[in-house]
């Protein structure tokens, strides 16, 4: 029996308003056509996400068919994919991702891409835990960590990484687990809102936000959506002149938005965890190359590699942050505060 034809639902106007009725969205590789035209304008097709500096990272970790590696931050593949092409068929790739919805389409995309169990495995935990799976598979002759947030997270409202779409401000990476953004920013004191403003991005305007947050607190009105947090941003920078505010505002959000997501998702605290455990999981002479995004990250991860090739942990590190080239930067503008880490393990 033929199976009925499927018609895309129809919609007031000529396109869809909301995420959750579109399409391309969902599934963007099979929209060829839209994908390439979308990167040649420099910008990221929505639903998918572009991998950053690839060359740059395979240059680096030398993988040869028959090593066994470790994709610490799975995401949408595009870095596990490459790697896994390296290895011909020969040795293992491990991967690991904390946020169940993202991880489980990208795993099917590699499946469908000829990748089986034979080479490729995948756990659902935080890269934190990379010692668990290390013990596993017996130490890595390379591992990456990409420590971004996948455009796919960033274009799905019901995420609430964006300040530029109305949905829940949720933020978690694992929307299962943990407070969500807005419980969180509603139960923080004065100076914790403060702290953690300041402490996870430098936001200048921190004391004028958190003060306007507990006003409203005190009014009985909670933060519950990611319009609500970025209206809050907005009226506290009203105070700024006219020429210079709508700019102070983008990137206040911009700042805003990722405090409360690493807070939300304990980031800086991971991070640490996985760089004390990294040298253990590497074995002798195996690579390490991480990805940051903003400077709290790349100043851990400079400060670990710089200490412990001091005490011969290390035999080589980057002396200097390795950055995209313009090109990539004008194809993905995502790409632009990147910085490219990476360490040699002692012989």
Do not use: W
Request: contains cysteine; negative net charge.
């Amino acid at each position: 029996m033929d199976t009925p034809h499927k018609r895309r639902p129809h919609y007031s106007g000529t396109h869809p308003k909301n995420f959750n009725e579109k399409y391309k969205e969902h599934d963007p590789e099979k929209y060829a056509d839209t994908i390439s035209k979308v990167i040649s304008k420099g910008s990221t097709p929505a639903g998918m996400h572009i991998s950053i500096m690839v060359q740059e990272i395979l240059d680096f970790l030398e993988i040869k068919p028959g090593m066994s590696g470790l994709d610490a931050t799975l995401g949408y593949g595009g870095h596990t994919k490459a790697m896994l092409e390296k290895l011909e068929g020969k040795g293992h790739l491990y991967a690991l991702d904390v946020d169940p919805i993202e991880s489980k389409k990208t795993c099917e995309r590699l499946t469908a891409a000829g990748f089986g169990d034979d080479i490729f495995s995948f756990r659902l935990t935080n890269f934190a835990n990379i010692d668990q799976v290390a013990k596993e598979a017996g130490g890595f002759d390379f591992i990456l960590a990409d420590l971004g947030v996948s455009s796919m997270q960033i274009d799905d409202p019901a995420r609430g990484f964006t300040y530029k779409s109305d949905g829940p401000l949720d933020l978690r990476m694992d929307p299962g687990s943990g407070e969500s953004g807005a419980d969180r920013l509603n139960a923080l004191s004065k100076d914790e809102i403060i702290g953690m403003l300041v402490e996870n991005s430098d936001e200048p305007y921190a004391d004028r936000i958190a003060d306007r947050i507990i006003s409203m607190r005190k009014k009985g009105i909670r933060i519950e959506t990611t319009f609500a947090y970025r209206d809050v941003i907005r009226e506290s920078l009203k105070f700024l002149p006219a020429d210079e505010y709508e700019e102070a505002v983008k990137k206040s959000c911009q700042r805003c938005f990722q405090a409360l997501r690493i807070d939300v998702n304990s980031e800086f605290e991971v991070l640490y965890d996985f760089l004390e455990k990294l040298p253990d999981a590497l074995k002798p002479g195996g690579r390490a190359a991480i990805l940051t995004f903003h400077s709290g990250e790349d100043r851990l991860v400079k400060k670990s590699f710089k200490e412990l090739k001091k005490i011969g942990i290390y035999s080589e590190v980057s002396d200097e942050a390795i950055r995209p080239g313009k090109e990539e930067c004008f194809r993905n503008p995502r790409a632009r505060s990147t910085k490219l880490r990476c360490a040699v393990k002692s012989l």
